[in-house]
């Protein structure tokens, strides 16, 4: 089929280098021709600048100018294009509503193209990003209006994890497809052959609203599982010292009906997806004139959680700020990743940098450059006080504290190299739960708080 795949950010680009691995013919369009240039260049490094996901960039030269191709100009191809998938920034505004300014512009741009067309055939338009309840009607509204000839529309919500998205769009859990039509789910059913029979793969077909609003309760579940575990889990664990964090998570979770997902107590979820969606529907619901308490609390428990291990430092451990150097370990939102988009990072340093902090001493293996983008001290002075390091090592040098925000593998077991560069007194302030021998620690001088467990003070 001739696809085009308008948009080539994390989902755009993504999903068309995996249509195009089946045989396809895709041309993925951008109007940022740097972008369009880095990703016809194949180069790795330029194409992981824009985006960095394991196994895309050797993808897309599997596959480009045979089945992928890129370009700034829809005009030129439009003609026999059977589907248009929508893959689209949709910002939250403000009020928490999504912005679809980016979208409405594509469409000013595609519409009468579409209109123009010569070849007469049906063409489907599919929303691929996480779009409001009513956009793919919305988005019917407007080729009518440009009399646009024989198309259909449709919803296709993406539901990729971060870190892992060209496997999990090779092999998801499920494909949603919510069209009007028997002729629009045909050609959503040849897009994809590959899982329309498969024995694992659950292939959904619905209305346009179900799909849109499948995305929406599955992210905001999700977020909810999180929510539940910082909330009451982590909670149990912090107010009665003999509660194990982890046996209680393995008790409960042992029970198949009760999600494993989500069970990992940390400091907040973060992500492009979790907060904005949350957002969006609880404004959804608002318009809608539906109670939205349930939402709002999973909202405001995860956003709590990503500074109050400083202030139950604070509290708790009786830890001043001021003057002080903090080591901060890991930026991105989670593993695996260097986005920062709503990281739990990026609040710690707000946090620290209000309380007064002489230094924060940052380290994670892939985010720097990215930080240097949110902290650039042309933006705020105070940002000058955040250094970079290449090293845990080198970030803990000369510390005070140290505040793990994400839970990349390395790490796991820090307590060796904390003990090596840092004497007591020191104060680990543990977001992710990442040392397992805390108690070990705490006999040797150092302090440990961390999200699960009550404050530990040093015996020593
Ligand atoms: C998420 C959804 O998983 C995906 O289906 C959707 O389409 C987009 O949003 P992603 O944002 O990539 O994907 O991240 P995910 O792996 O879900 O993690 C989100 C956040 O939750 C991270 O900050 C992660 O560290 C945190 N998390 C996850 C926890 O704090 N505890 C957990 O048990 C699991």
């Known amino acids: 089929m001739k696809i085009i795949v308008a948009g080539t950010g994390f989902v755009g680009l993504t999903h068309a280098a995996v249509l195009s691995e089946s045989g396809h013919e895709v041309y993925a369009y951008d109007v940022d021709a740097k972008k369009i240039a880095a990703y016809n260049s194949g180069d790795p490094a330029q194409i992981n600048h824009y985006v960095n996901e394991p196994g895309l960039a050797a993808l897309i030269n599997e596959t480009i100018n045979r089945y992928l191709f890129f370009t700034t100009n829809i005009e030129a191809i439009i003609e026999g294009t059977d589907a248009i998938f929508m893959c689209l920034p949709t910002p939250p505004r403000p009020n928490g509503s999504s912005d679809l300014s980016y979208y409405d512009k594509a469409l000013d741009y595609i519409a009468p193209l579409l209109a123009k ?18 956009t793919a009607r919305h988005l019917e509204s407007i080729l009518k209006r440009h009399n646009v ?3 259909g529309i449709a919803s296709n919500p993406e539901f990729l994890p971060e870190g892992d998205a060209v496997e999990r769009s090779r092999r998801p859990d499920r494909v949603v497809v919510g069209a009007d039509t028997e002729d629009d789910m045909r050609i959503l059913r040849r897009v994809y052959s590959q899982f329309v029979n498969h024995v694992r793969i659950a292939f959904i077909e619905t209305t346009p609203e179900t799909a849109e609003a499948i995305k929406y309760v599955a992210n905001t579940l999700l977020l909810t599982y999180i929510s539940f575990w910082n909330g009451i889990g982590a909670r149990l664990g912090e107010a009665f010292p003999n509660v194990r964090m982890e046996d209680l998570k393995r008790g409960v979770t042992a029970d198949n009906r009760i ?32 109670p939205t308490g349930l939402l709002e609390s999973v909202y405001q428990i995860n956003e709590y959680q990503k500074t109050y291990l400083i202030d139950r430092a604070i509290h708790e451990a009786g830890a001043k700020f001021n003057h002080k150097t903090v080591a901060l370990l890991g930026l991105s939102f989670k593993k695996q990743t260097n986005d920062m988009r709503d990281s739990s990072s990026l609040k710690v340093v707000e946090s620290l940098l209000a309380r007064g902090v002489k230094e924060v001493r940052a380290y994670d293996p892939l985010a720097i450059p990215e930080a240097k983008h949110y902290f650039n001290p042309d933006k705020n002075h105070l940002f000058e006080k955040i250094s970079y390091f290449d090293t845990v090592k080198e970030a803990l040098v000369g510390s005070d504290m140290v505040f793990i925000s994400t839970d990349w593998e390395e790490f796991r077991g820090l307590s060796g190299t904390i003990e090596q560069v840092v004497k007591p007194p020191f104060l680990i302030m543990d977001g992710r739960r990442m040392i397992p021998d805390y108690t070990e620690m705490v006999t040797r001088g150092y302090g440990y708080i961390a999200v699960g467990s009550p404050y530990l003070a040093p015996k020593s």
């Open 259 to 290: 999600s494993k997902w989500g069970s990992y107590v940390s400091n907040g979820a973060g992500g492009s997806c979790f907060g904005k969606d949350i957002q969006s529907l609880i404004y959804q619901f608002k318009t809608a004139n539906q």
């Open 117 to 134: 067309r010569q070849d007469g055939r049906r063409i489907v338009i599919i929303n691929k990003s996480t779009v409001p309840v009513g």
């Open 149 to 151: 000839p024989n198309f």
